[in-house]
């Protein structure tokens, strides 16, 4: 699914225009990353949980060369999946895996 499928189908659900819900979509979608920035997290009971994690540095090797290379720490975006949207999905997977 693409943006522009996600807003199409946030705007047949909640009634709203396409504008409307693409401004709500990146309202959304900048709030989660300023928020991450500044190293919170935001969670969405149910949903899941957007929050930061240092990822420690390290030593890697190049595929294509053999060398190895020293990869710098560094903070990343992680998503916790929450309980309901867990169920869903594997409710989801056994309907289709029936249907089979």
């Known amino acids: 699914m693409t943006k522009a499928d996600f807003i199409s189908q946030v705007a047949q659900t909640a009634g709203l225009t396409k504008k409307d819900a693409a401004a709500a979509t990146d309202?959304?979608?900048a709030t989660i990353s300023d928020v991450l920035a500044k190293g919170?997290?935001?969670?969405f009971i149910?949903?899941?949980?957007?929050?930061?994690a240092e990822r420690a540095a390290r030593t890697a090797?190049?595929?294509?060369?053999?060398?190895?290379i020293n990869v710098p720490a560094t903070k990343v975006a992680k998503f916790k999946v929450g309980k309901n949207l867990k169920d869903?999905?594997?409710?989801?997977?056994?309907t289709k895996?029936?249907?089979k």
């Not at 919170?40 to 969670?43: G, L, Q």
């Not at 869903?88 to 056994?94: E, L, Y």
């Open 61 to 68: 090797r190049v595929p294509s060369t053999g060398k190895t």
């Open 46 to 52: 149910g949903f899941g949980t957007f929050s930061v």
């Open 97 to 99: 895996k029936a249907k």
């Open 40 to 43: 919170d997290s935001i969670s």
């Open 27 to 29: 309202a959304v979608i």
């Open 88 to 94: 869903s999905v594997a409710a989801a997977k056994a």
